[in-house]
């Protein structure tokens, strides 16, 4: 059995030649594109998309054909509020990136995002909601904001709550 972080990943029946089990070993092994990817998701976490940008662009320019890379970006390019960015490299991925499951997420992310492209801010759409509580369109852009902030929870009370006042929305 191979082993990766404490998981059995493959396993071999019966005696095997030197060169299988290299190619076996060598599926298995961390590149250093796969480090420095998992450093941009980190600098997402810590709500520092442009080091990431920065960061992801550097892998790309060395691995132009890393997808998770690709993926990455365009989440990224979103949260550091650069849409237009991200729309022309989420219209430039690979065939293979498109599916991808992480893609569905940085697509999602960016729909929100292009609903927020001249929306009002955080403020504003507040205070029009507090003076007009039947504002769905304000409902739907704090929603967006909510979602893109990572306060899910919020986003999903506001958007019920819209979809209860106005069943069409």
């Known amino acids: 059995r191979l082993f990766r972080h404490g998981r059995a ?6 005696v095997q030649p030197e060169g299988a089990l290299r190619a076996l070993i060598e599926r298995h092994l961390e590149e250093p594109a796969d480090r420095t990817l998992a450093e941009a998701a980190l ?5 520092q998309p442009e080091q990431a ?3 992801l662009e550097a892998l790309l320019g060395d691995h132009a054909d890393h997808v998770p890379a690709q993926i990455l970006l365009v989440d990224a390019l979103t ?3 650069r849409i237009a960015d991200a729309e022309a490299r ?4 690979p065939l293979q990136a498109l ?3 992480e893609l569905a997420s940085v ?5 929100f995002a292009r609903l927020l492209r001249d929306a009002p801010a955080e403020d504003a759409l507040r205070k029009r909601l507090a003076a007009d509580p039947g504002d769905l369109t304000a409902q739907h852009q704090l929603a967006a904001r909510d979602l ?6 919020e986003a999903l009370e506001r958007l019920l709550e819209a979809m209860q006042r106005d069943r069409g929305f």
Do not use: K, M
Request: proline share 3%; aromatic share 0%.
């Open 107 to 111: 697509d999602a992310r960016l729909h």
């Open 148 to 153: 893109l902030a990572g306060r899910t929870q």
């Open 79 to 81: 949260r550091a509020g």
């Open 99 to 101: 599916e991808a499951p």
């Open 90 to 93: 989420l219209a430039s991925l």
């Open 9 to 14: 990943v493959e396993e071999l029946i019966g």
């Open 43 to 47: 600098l997402l976490e810590r709500n």
């Open 53 to 55: 940008v920065l960061t």
